[in-house]
């Protein structure tokens, strides 16, 4: 694509990342889109999505959606590690 930063990202990771930004619009489960689009298991999608979150060259292709992606995950592994967070009731 005209405009597209050069990337060491392999197509596939560009597809998963292209996948990541867009899977909501597609009907039905999320699992089930995965395996019809990329032709993976979902637990493959996510130990490749996993990975090329942390590539460098994935931050610079689409920051916005990368640092979501890190984020959510650091939270996942906060909440499993730590528990979750305590709210204090309101009275």
């Known amino acids: 694509m005209v405009g597209m930063p050069l990337t ?4 596939t990771e560009q597809s998963i990342l292209d996948f990541e930004r867009a899977w909501w619009q597609s009907p039905g489960p999320k699992g089930a889109a995965i395996r ?18 942390d590539h460098p060259d ?20 906060r909440r499993r590690y730590v528990g979750p967070t305590r709210r204090r009731r309101l009275r």
């Open 8 to 11: 060491d990202l392999t197509p």
């Open 36 to 53: 019809t689009q990329l032709q993976m298991s979902p637990s493959a999608y996510y130990r490749r999505l996993d990975a090329v979150i």
């Open 58 to 77: 994935a931050l610079d292709l689409d920051p916005l959606l990368v640092r979501r992606l890190r984020r959510a995950r650091a939270d996942r592994r």
